[in-house]
């Protein structure tokens, strides 16, 4: 499967951003797909992930309440709604998906990743 991300860019700290992962292939709706973040000078964290089915989803700690993970199996997509963005989130973003169909916070347990797309938070 091919992963293409896009939806970073610019904002100012307490906007919103929704990053949207498109994939390609009739079995996407079968993938356990998560999100990604890597900022300058630090390791690839997990984001958010959800199942198969939409059913079940898991935030980091540092994005509860604020980021959203959902997925349109109809359209191949799998969404990220960001909301009072801060500074700190900051980073290169990247879609993952995985052959089983639960999430994972492990980057290890991704078989495919897609390129990263920037969000900048300025203050």
């Known amino acids: 499967v091919q992963l293409q991300a896009s939806g970073g860019g610019l904002v100012q700290a307490g906007g919103s951003l929704r990053l949207s992962c498109a994939a390609s292939?009739?079995?996407?709706?079968?993938?356990?797909m998560g999100w990604f973040r890597q900022a300058p000078g630090k390791e690839r964290e997990f984001v958010a992930g959800i199942s198969w089915n939409g059913k079940s989803t898991k935030h980091a700690d540092s994005v509860k309440g604020r980021f959203t993970i959902s997925r349109d199996n109809a359209q191949n997509t799998v969404y990220l709604q960001m909301s009072n963005l801060k500074p700190v989130d900051t980073a290169d973003y990247y879609c993952a998906a995985r052959d089983s169909g639960a999430w994972s916070s492990r980057s290890s347990d991704y078989n495919y990743w897609g390129q990263g797309t920037l969000v900048t938070v300025s203050s």
């Open positions: 292939g009739r079995a996407f709706s079968s993938y356990g």
